[in-house]
């Protein structure tokens, strides 16, 4: 059973979709957040292949915008390691603020172009 705060932002994120699609040359950097972990993941929807994935699982104990923010960094590591250097963002329905903004900023500053 889903809320609808739920229901609010999946209408969102379908609303997104529809116009953002990863490519193998410009993948898909997609974040999803939870309550206390926040992973993000680029994707080929051409192929349906994840080339590369991060998360806030395991790591020690730090204020949520930090965690998002070394999640940033993590992704560009891997996605450079990967072969790709621009990306198009996914904030799959939630608000570009907080976490999701941090996570978005410390990808860049790494190095990922969107």
């Given at each position: ?17 529809k ?75 939630y ?20």
């Open positions: 059973m889903t809320t609808k705060k739920e229901q609010r932002r999946i209408k969102i994120k379908f609303r997104i979709r116009n953002v699609n990863g490519t193998a040359e410009r993948p898909r950097l997609s974040v999803f957040r939870s309550n206390k972990q926040i992973y993000a993941q680029i994707i080929n929807d051409l192929e349906g292949n994840t080339l590369a994935c991060a998360s806030s699982l395991g790591m020690e104990k730090l204020p949520k915008s930090e965690q998002a923010e070394k999640v940033g960094e993590m992704i560009a590591q891997k996605a450079k390691a990967a072969g790709v250097e621009s990306v198009v963002f996914d904030r799959n329905g608000l570009y603020h907080g976490r999701v903004q941090a996570l978005a900023d410390a990808a860049r500053k790494a190095g990922l172009n969107f």
